[in-house]
């Protein structure tokens, strides 16, 4: 278990304040070997203004402090399935946001895709559908192909509760090979998925809807909510409903083990993930 130790990459979602570069020494200062942070404000539309200095500086300070890999987090405003003022704005945000994110050497964007605005799981009608798909198409289309479009998972009644459903519209999308997954551990718990005795079968099914290749990042954050719930409200790990099993499997075995695991944990002080957070999750493969 020693050898997994050193090589788990464990990150976390820390602030872009004062600038990318920030957000990286942030990340070294807890102990984290990967990042993740908003290209810019997640409640507002305004989109990254990131000069060319600037790439220079988060470049060569990700190079020399060993962060890798970086993966943006998307705004939460985005709904690519709304025909409305909302799509058109999402559509326009996440082509700016994968621009910016090649530009930099940052892997991607993770994307709560959005919602139906149904009372239904699933989308109205088939025209409810292909407007989403067509949504993700034109982002596709319009961007640097170095840049993935991570789908995350939810544990609400939003797009991508199911993995039939994330499975769908990646087939849909002609199984464009930059269309990720991104799971996220208290999303899962409060969908109902058991990550700690189930955690094989769990991820056979996985590669039968989705396919193992596509899994890129995994969110690790304990729940303050029961497993089943339909609620999503992270906790620091072992302060939460998620079985401490479930962390060491994350650690200890594969595919998870070799995967980013990226903390949005609150933080013990409340100040968002912190080097206990990172401890926690690192001692868990001993």
């Not at 326009?92 to 910016?100: R, T």
């Not at 903390?263 to 926690?280: M, Q, S």
Request: hydrophobic share 35%; aromatic share 6%; charged share 30%.
């Amino acid at each position: 278990m020693s050898k997994e130790k050193t090589t788990l990459n464990i990150g976390a979602h820390q602030s872009a304040a004062g600038g990318y570069a920030k957000a990286v020494q942030r990340a070294a200062d807890i102990g984290a070997t990967s990042l993740q942070l908003f290209s810019s404000s997640p409640r507002s539309w305004a989109g990254a203004n990131i000069s060319k200095e600037d790439v220079e500086e988060f470049r060569q300070m990700k190079d020399e402090l060993g962060i890798d890999p970086v993966v943006f987090h998307a705004p939460y405003l985005i709904n690519l399935a709304d025909r409305g003022g909302t799509g058109e704005k999402s559509i326009k945000a996440m082509i700016e946001e994968l621009n910016v994110a090649a530009r930099c050497g940052i892997i991607g964007s993770v994307v709560h895709v959005g919602s139906w605005k149904t009372d239904d799981e699933s989308p109205e009608d088939e025209d409810h559908f292909e407007h989403l798909v067509t949504s993700l198409k034109t982002v596709l289309e319009e961007t640097d192909s170095a840049a993935d479009f991570l789908i995350e998972n939810m544990g609400t009644r939003k797009i991508g509760k199911g993995f039939e459903e994330i499975g769908r519209i990646i087939d849909a999308c002609d199984g464009d090979e930059r269309l990720k997954v991104c799971l996220d551990t208290c999303h899962l718990h409060v969908a109902g998925f058991d990550l700690a005795d189930g955690y094989d079968d769990f991820f056979q099914r996985f590669d039968k809807l989705i396919g193992l290749e596509r899994l890129s990042v995994i969110h690790v954050n304990d729940s303050r909510d029961d497993f089943g719930s339909l609620r999503d409200r992270h906790a620091n790990l072992g302060e939460g409903e998620i079985p401490e099993g479930v962390f060491r499997n994350l650690t200890t075995k594969s595919p998870t083990k070799d995967l980013p695991l990226i903390l949005e944990t609150p933080g013990f002080e409340g100040k968002g993930p912190d080097a206990k957070n990172v401890k926690i999750l690192r001692d868990s493969a001993l």
